[in-house]
């Protein structure tokens, strides 16, 4: 009888795959990956890899679906819901960003570029697409409908539209570096956009 794997097992080693395909998605592109590309970049068998993605496709999709999350959960398993003010959240998130080196954030830029483009192209990917970006948006709203509440941010101030800009300044900077650029570099835009965006909200940040 086989030993019994743990749950936590599973989920570790479903993430290393998909990890293993978003390198070789962002090394080569969606269309020129294999499946071969990817058992052999982690060094398992596809029959391995087949007991947790039953496809290529199926890989990708799961990417861009559940990153979105993953970023949600990581930002508010680091004390978020102590923070009594919205600003402050909106701070712990964009430290977030500012940590991650761009060695990094590269590949992941070029996956998002990469399922950008094949949704343009095909409906079903396009609804996903949709679905991360509706839930990115959501995310930003509830902190700045927050702080409109508590009188932190203007009263006019559109939860949506102001939670859009933050994702495309965001989503703007970091595509400036795909290519080549320091992470020094990289944070002083962050931080400059993170300046823009409170006043932006009639809320001046702290020093």
Not at 52 to 62: G, I, L, N, V
Not at 182 to 205: F, I, S, T, W
Request: contains cysteine; proline residues 3%.
């Amino acid at each position: 009888m086989s030993p019994k794997v743990s749950d936590a097992y599973k989920e570790e080693r479903r993430a290393a795959i998909l990890e293993g395909a978003l390198q070789c998605f962002a090394d080569k592109g969606y269309p020129a990956t294999t499946v071969d590309d990817i058992v052999r970049r982690l060094g398992i068998s596809k029959g391995a890899l087949y007991n947790y993605f039953a496809s290529k496709e199926e890989m990708f999709t799961a990417l861009m679906e559940e990153r979105m999350e993953r970023l949600i959960v990581g930002v508010k398993g680091e004390r978020y819901d102590t923070i009594p003010d919205a600003a402050g959240k909106l701070s712990l998130i964009m430290r977030r960003f500012q940590r991650q080196a761009l060695q990094e954030l590269r590949p992941l830029l070029a996956f998002y570029l990469e399922f950008s483009l094949q949704a343009s192209r095909r409906e079903e990917l396009r609804q996903v697409m949709l679905r991360h970006e509706e839930t990115a948006v959501a995310f930003i709203r509830e902190v700045i409908e927050e702080g409109i509440r508590s009188g932190e941010f203007r009263p006019d101030l559109d939860s949506g539209e102001a939670a859009s800009l933050f994702w495309a300044l965001r989503d703007g900077i970091a595509l400036q570096f795909i290519g080549s650029g320091e992470d020094e570099q990289y944070q002083v835009l962050m931080r400059g956009m993170e300046r823009m965006l409170l006043l932006y909200a009639n809320k001046r940040p702290e020093g």
